[in-house]
């Protein structure tokens, strides 16, 4: 009877077994779900300790702690792999030097905001973030092009200008501009001795960034251009000074979304994160996911 028992037992086991062992053979052990022992909360505090700035103040850290899961939960749900994000998480830590008290507020912060997402008609959005701005956020439509980006609309962010990377120069000689428009555009109708004279700047946005750049008889737009000079950011002005071409600054990034130093103004003044978040994204709301 105890043998019958046994054996009725293991045959149900076995049952109970089957999807997962057959999941296994056919498709490799990386095809069994990994939520259960990696999820987003897990993932969160070494990615926002790459992104928060030195000396941030706790609530500041929070709303950047909801920024980052809102488009970390975009990139899982988008087939993002969490185990190749775990792993470049690990590369990191090894990598460089991590603060143990910056990374405990990391993990304080995500704990915190657990579950915590940007939405906008209930559908998570990304929340870009930057640096520090010109005093003004930009708009989502007016850059992107894009219906989509209605959630994200401009802002004052007049405390930006008392932020030490509010202002700042690049200098480039004729030679080292040249060579370096060359080799990206290959337009060969520029010319070493008037590259300074073929750039033009075509538009601004409503935010004073801008949008687009003539080099030669090419077009790019404000932001490559930027990445490519490796500009602070696309609000720009340029004057020759002694023999070269300097890009006068304001800000430092793509001034779309939330700046972390206004950010961090505001929680200074007692804002908590959501009314942080709530201030750069007026027409989105923090829920829980």
Same mark, same amino acid.
């Not at 993932?43 to 702690?65: G, H, T």
């Not at 143990?100 to 008609?121: F, N, Q």
């Not at 961090?264 to 994160?273: D, P, R, T």
């Given at each position: 009877?105890?043998?019958?028992?046994?054996?009725?037992?293991?045959? =149900?086991?076995?049952?109970?077994?089957?999807?997962?062992?057959?999941?296994?053979?056919?498709?490799?052990?990386?095809?069994?779900?990994?939520?259960?022992?990696?999820?987003?909360?897990?993932?969160?505090?070494?990615?926002?300790?790459?992104?928060?700035?030195?000396?941030? !103040?706790?609530?500041?850290?929070?709303?950047? $702690?909801?920024?980052?899961?809102?488009?970390?939960?975009?990139?899982?749900?988008?087939? =993002?792999?969490?185990?190749?994000?775990? @792993?470049?998480?690990?590369?990191?830590?090894?990598?460089?030097?991590?603060?143990?008290?910056?990374?405990?507020?990391?993990?304080? $912060?995500? $704990?915190?905001?657990? =579950?915590?997402?940007?939405?906008?008609?209930?559908?998570?959005? *990304?929340?870009?973030?930057?640096?520090?701005?010109?005093?003004?956020?930009?708009?989502?439509?007016?850059?992107?092009?894009?219906?989509?980006?209605?959630?994200?609309?401009?802002? *004052?962010?007049?405390?930006?200008?008392?932020?030490?990377? %509010?202002?700042? =120069?690049?200098?480039?000689?004729?030679?080292?501009?040249?060579?370096?428009?060359?080799?990206?555009?290959?337009?060969?109708?520029?010319? @070493? !001795?008037?590259?300074? !004279?073929?750039?033009?700047?075509?538009?601004?946005?409503?935010?004073? %960034?801008?949008?687009?750049?003539?080099?030669?008889?090419?077009?790019?737009?404000?932001?490559?251009?930027?990445?490519?000079?490796?500009?602070?950011?696309?609000?720009?002005?340029?004057? @020759?000074?002694?023999?070269?071409?300097?890009?006068? &600054?304001?800000?430092?990034?793509?001034?779309?979304?939330?700046?972390?130093?206004? $950010?961090?103004?505001?929680? @200074?003044?007692?804002?908590?994160?959501?009314?942080?978040?709530? %201030? %750069?994204?007026?027409? &989105?709301?923090?829920?829980?996911?």
């Amino acid at each position: 009877m105890k043998e019958s028992a046994k054996y009725l037992f293991s045959v =149900g086991v076995l049952l109970l077994m089957l999807p997962f062992l057959l999941t296994v053979i056919l498709s490799g052990k990386g095809a069994v779900s990994v939520s259960k022992d990696i999820d987003i909360e897990m993932l969160l505090p070494v990615r926002l300790y790459q992104e928060i700035p030195e000396d941030a !103040e706790a609530e500041m850290i929070k709303a950047q $702690a909801i920024l980052a899961r809102s488009r970390l939960y975009r990139e899982l749900s988008e087939g =993002g792999n969490a185990r190749e994000i775990l @792993e470049k998480n690990r590369e990191y830590e090894k990598a460089h030097t991590v603060y143990p008290d910056v990374m405990t507020s990391c993990r304080r $912060a995500v $704990a915190d905001t657990e =579950g915590l997402v940007l939405t906008y008609g209930g559908q998570v959005v *990304e929340g870009p973030f930057f640096a520090c701005g010109n005093g003004k956020t930009r708009d989502g439509i007016e850059v992107m092009s894009k219906d989509d980006y209605g959630w994200l609309v401009s802002v *004052e962010s007049s405390m930006d200008i008392d932020s030490p990377g %509010y202002l700042s =120069g690049t200098l480039f000689g004729r030679a080292d501009l040249y060579q370096k428009l060359l080799d990206y555009t290959g337009d060969t109708s520029l010319k @070493e !001795e008037t590259v300074y !004279e073929q750039i033009s700047v075509l538009s601004t946005d409503s935010a004073g %960034y801008v949008m687009e750049v003539q080099v030669a008889d090419t077009h790019l737009s404000g932001e490559n251009f930027r990445k490519l000079l490796e500009l602070p950011s696309a609000c720009f002005s340029m004057q @020759e000074l002694d023999g070269n071409l300097r890009f006068l &600054c304001k800000g430092a990034g793509h001034g779309l979304g939330m700046s972390q130093y206004g $950010a961090n103004v505001l929680a @200074e003044q007692g804002k908590s994160c959501t009314e942080i978040l709530k %201030y %750069y994204f007026p027409r &989105c709301d923090v829920m829980q996911r």
